[in-house]
Nanobody
Framework: QVQLVESGGGLVQAGGSLNLSCTGS????????MAWFRQAPGKERDFVGL???????RYADSVMGRFTITRDFAKNAVYLQMTSLKPEDTAIYYCAAAPIVRTTAQGYNYWGRGTQVTVSS
């Protein structure tokens, strides 16, 4: 069974930092782009950033310079380091994997269940 499992969410004050992890099992994701999306209540699921198969990264404009994505191919994992957090970063954060680099949710074959991030003002 293929699974992506996120961890590390929680409550943090504005300006603080939080680190999320996503680990895959049941499949090798080295040939997949692994991305982070987020969804706030009543809003669509938005692209946050991704780590490509070659180790490159892409970010949404809203998180550029504040969030950093890294991958550990040996551990089948992707990480999201979040700094200078803002209340508008509050959302459920999802990990996803796709065979082709994409910045939209469509085309991502595998999804985790998400982890809640809440930033208080």
């Amino acid at each position: 069974q293929v699974q992506l499992v996120e961890s590390g969410g929680g409550l943090v004050q504005a300006g603080g930092s939080l680190n999320l992890s996503c680990t895959g099992s049941g499949h090798t994701f080295s040939n997949y782009a692994m991305a982070w999306f987020r969804q706030a209540p009543g809003k669509e699921r938005d692209f946050v950033g991704l780590g490509s198969q070659s180790g490159g990264t892409r970010y949404a404009d809203s998180v550029m310079g504040r969030f950093t994505i890294t991958r550990d191919f040996a551990k089948n994992a992707v990480y999201l380091q979040m700094t200078s957090l803002k209340p508008e970063d509050t959302a459920i954060y999802y990990c996803a994997a796709a065979p082709i680099v994409r910045t939209t949710a469509q085309g991502y074959n595998y999804w985790g269940r998400g982890t809640q991030v809440t930033v208080s003002s």
